[in-house]
């Protein structure tokens, strides 16, 4: 199985740097939410095996958080992932939540967050349930 890191890798390497893109470790935090919760609304299993909990900025891997806090709100550094360790449906799954979230700041992906369910519905500091996210993503597959 992935990890988070392995993911945040992924995201990391999508970067357009000579664009002006560039990814916080909020915005990673987002979109690494949002591969997780499509892939277990999908595939009805997890992405990856760490845990993400519902903070006051939303949705957080605190491993990833970890790894990436030295960042603060700047640009993490474009970084590679070892692309034998995907699937072609983990790389399609991961290109599409980066198509339809990538283009958001930081803040508009927190903002929505906040919106949603998962995180609504979890008390701060406290895993959000996996079923939660299914059930909460299935529903906007629904949508589309």
């Known amino acids: ?4 890191h392995d993911i945040a890798k992924y995201f990391l390497a999508l970067v357009d740097e000579e664009a002006g ?5 909020l915005k990673l935090q987002k979109l690494v939410y949002y591969a997780q919760g ?19 900025h939303g949705p957080v891997v605190p491993e990833l958080y970890r790894s990436f806090k ?13 692309l ?9 799954l ?7 979230f990538g283009q958001f700041s930081a803040t508009k992906l927190r903002n929505m967050t906040h919106q949603e369910l998962p995180w609504k519905e979890t008390s701060q500091g ?7 996210m299914k059930q909460y993503f299935k529903a906007q ?4």
């Open 1 to 4: 199985m992935l990890t988070c």
């Open 21 to 25: 893109d560039s990814i916080s470790n």
């Open 38 to 56: 499509y892939h277990l609304a999908k595939y009805d299993r997890p992405l990856f095996y760490e845990s993400i909990e519902a903070w006051a």
């Open 70 to 82: 030295e960042h603060g709100a700047q640009p993490i550094p474009m970084q590679y992932p070892d």
């Open 84 to 92: 034998t360790r995907f699937t072609e449906q983990e790389k399609e």
């Open 94 to 100: 991961l290109n599409d939540v980066w198509e339809m």
């Open 126 to 132: 406290e895993i959000i349930d996996r079923d939660d």
């Open 141 to 144: 597959i629904g949508k589309a």
